[in-house]
Each structure stands twice: as structure tokens, then as C-alpha cells.
């Protein structure tokens, strides 16, 4: 999909619009309707594309993480954030945070967590578990912004050091060619030693 072009997609019973931007894909997951338009209106504002579904199940089928290859259409699509609530039925959001973090394919995506209770011990145990933030409700657009700023900033420097990675490979390709050339040239270059043996041998001859 080409940066900026406008998402239009259907997601299975539950799911809501994906918006436009040049940016962040983001993923929010939460069974209250009402909370689910919150926060995917605060993405909006802060020029996010966004996926809403309505429970930790949903989500796993969007990513393809429920076992069921068929299940998504979609999951070959780069999501760069998770946003979910906590309590959710069936499926918690702590639930969800450990299948992410589970995944080969996916544990690098942050995901933040959303409560409107704001428990120490609960919040300890997701940030444990590999969750970038955990928000409480409601969510303000100043939370958002922040988020979105720390992802981006985490993007650029993994892309900064996946160039230089790339810059130091392609240098050392260029050395092993150069060096290989060169011990070449060497290997069919006659030695003095050699001339001068060959010299003596045709001076005998005659």
C-alpha cells in the first residue's frame, strides 16, 4: 500500500474503519464500543491509521495468531502499535500482550495497555511483560501524542541501525572482492625470483 493512500478494509464482526495516514498502522482492542470510538478518535486527530476490534480473540484472528491461517485477510499487514484494554471478557489485554510477546513475528510491536483502574500490582505485571505503557482511562490526547512520538523515534533508530548494519556489510563485501583480486594478481604475477631463475637457465642453453 502505497504511504498515504486511504484504507478501506472489512474486518470480521466487531471491527470498525481503518484512516488515513503516511504513518503509524495502529491496532486498538476494546469491548466497550463507546471506549473503542475514544481512542480511535484520538488517532485519528494524531494522523494515525487505525484497526478497531472488539476483543482480544478478534485481535489474534486480525494478526493471524489464533492458529487458523484462513482467519485474516490482513495479517500481512504491518501494524507498528497495539492499543488495548485490560479488562476484557474471554480474552484479557494481558492475555493478549503475552501471545504478542510470544510470537517470532510479532513480539517486536509495542503494545500499550488501557484501564480505567488504575491497580499497582496489575500494572507492574504487564509492564514485566513486555508492555510499552499501560494508560488509564480516559485516555487523553496528550497520551496518544506521546506514544506516537516514542514509536516513531523507535522506528528511526532501528532503521538508523539497519543502515549502518547494511553500510558495514556492503564494505566488507567490498574489501573480500578487492582482497580476492588482489591475491590474484599476485598469484599470476611472475616473481623476480622467477624471472631471474629462467634468465640463468636460457643464459646456459646458449
Known amino acids: ?26 491496532l486498538a482492542v476494546d469491548d466497550s464500543i463507546v471506549d473503542r470510538k475514544v481512542i480511535e478518535r484520538l488517532l485519528r486527530i494524531s494522523s ?14 486480525y494478526l493471524g495468531l489464533d492458529g487458523n491461517k484462513g482467519a485474516s485477510d490482513l495479517k500481512d499487514l504491518k501494524v507498528n ?51 510499552e505503557e499501560f494508560l488509564l482511562k480516559p485516555v487523553k490526547l496528550a497520551d496518544v501524542k506521546r506514544i506516537k512520538q516514542l514509536i516513531m523515534r523507535n522506528e528511526a533508530e532501528e532503521c538508523k541501525t539497519l543502515s549502518n548494519s547494511n553500510k558495514r556489510k556492503l564494505a566488507q563485501d567490498i574489501d573480500s572482492t578487492s582482497s580476492s583480486h588482489d591475491d590474484s594478481s599476485v598469484k599470476d604475477f611472475p616473481s623476480s625470483k622467477r624471472i631471474k631463475s629462467e634468465s640463468e637457465n636460457l643464459s646456459s642453453l646458449l
Open 48 to 61: 494515525c491509521k487505525v484497526t478497531t476490534v472488539d476483543s482480544g480473540t478478534r485481535a489474534l484472528q
Open 1 to 26: 500500500m502505497a504511504v498515504g493512500e486511504v484504507m478501506r478494509m472489512e474486518i470480521p464482526a466487531g471491527g470498525d474503519l481503518t484512516v488515513t495516514s503516511p504513518e503509524l498502522h495502529v
Open 81 to 131: 502499535l497495539i492499543v488495548t484494554d485490560y479488562s476484557m471478557p474471554g480474552l484479557t489485554g494481558y492475555d493478549l500482550l503475552k501471545k504478542i510477546k510470544e510470537s517470532s513475528a510479532f513480539r517486536e510491536i509495542p503494545v500499550v495497555i488501557m484501564s480505567s483502574e488504575n491497580i499497582l500490582p496489575r500494572i507492574e505485571q504487564c509492564l514485566k511483560e513486555g508492555a
